[in-house]
Nanobody, 122 residues
Framework: QVQLVESGGGLVQPGGSLRLSCATSGFMFTNYIMKWYRQPPGKERELVAAITRATPTTNYAEAVKGRFTIYRVNANNTLYLQMNNLKPEDTAVYYC???????????????WGQGTQVTVSS
């Protein structure tokens, strides 16, 4: 059975850092494009970052470019998102996604985690 489990969220001050993890199982991790999405309160879900099956090809939303880093460790089927210099507008539920599309869109067959809350507040 496919599982994606996010962890690492929490409450941080502006300028702080967090590292999110997405532990996966039940599918061929190395054959999937992996992405992080986020959904701020009352807003649409948006793409944060994506990474191809072959590192180091990555893509970032303009809002997080230079502050966030997406990477994957294939040996343990885990996706990460290092978030630095966090801002209040980064507050959202962050979701791990596995699929076969590139860019912001996602498909009906994608795999999703349950999400982890990130709150940036002074």
């Amino acid at each position: 059975q496919v599982q994606l489990v996010e962890s690492g969220g929490g409450l941080v001050q502006p300028g702080g850092s967090l590292r999110l993890s997405c532990a996966t199982s039940g599918f061929m991790f190395t054959n999937y494009i992996m992405k992080w999405y986020r959904q701020p309160p009352g807003k649409e879900r948006e793409l944060v970052a994506a990474i191809t099956r072959a590192t180091p090809t990555t893509n970032y939303a303009e809002a997080v470019k230079g502050r966030f880093t997406i990477y994957r460790v294939n040996a343990n089927n885990t996706l990460y998102l290092q978030m630095n210099n966090l801002k209040p507008e980064d507050t959202a539920v962050y979701y791990c996604n596995a699929g076969q599309t590139w860019g912001s869109r996602f498909g009906p067959s994608d795999y999703w985690g349950q999400g982890t809350q990130v709150t940036v507040s002074s």
